[in-house]
């Protein structure tokens, strides 16, 4: 199983990124895609979760209505659309997959089975 996350970058605050979440070698279509990010010194924390049906979705208070979360189940992708950056959005950031048994976005962080290499977002001037 793989997981590849991209599109990180520098962007300056009030920018916008698009990340995305290259799947290969699980059933996609059964799976729970969970975005996580790690600043410098702090512990990891979940961003957004969407479920394999894409009926449900979960957000960060601290990026709801900003970040939207959406997946292509044909491409085997997930992706995270990033609006109003601000500098403490800065981290690397991860997706992980966990095999949906409900059909509820949950992805508690020690229950993801399968994580990807990050990929580095600064929100900087």
């Known amino acids: 199983v793989q997981l590849q996350a991209s599109g990180g970058g520098l962007v300056q605050p009030g920018g916008s990124l698009r990340l995305s979440c290259a799947a290969s070698g699980l059933a996609f279509d059964a799976y729970t895609i969970g975005w996580f990010r790690q600043a410098p010194g702090k512990e990891r924390e979940g961003v957004s979760c969407?479920?394999?049906?894409?009926?449900?979705?979960k957000y960060a208070d601290s990026v709801k209505g900003r970040f939207t979360i959406s997946r292509d189940n044909a491409k085997n992708m997930v992706s995270l659309q990033m609006n109003s950056l601000k500098p403490e959005d800065t981290a690397v950031y991860y997706c992980?997959?966990?095999?949906?048994?409900?059909?509820?976005?949950?992805?508690?962080?020690?229950?993801?089975?399968?994580w990807g290499k990050g990929t580095l977002v600064t929100v900087s001037s």
């Open positions: 969407i479920s394999s049906t894409i009926r449900s979705t």
């Open positions: 992980a997959a966990v095999f949906d048994y409900s059909g509820v976005a949950s992805c508690p962080p020690n229950a993801m089975g399968y």
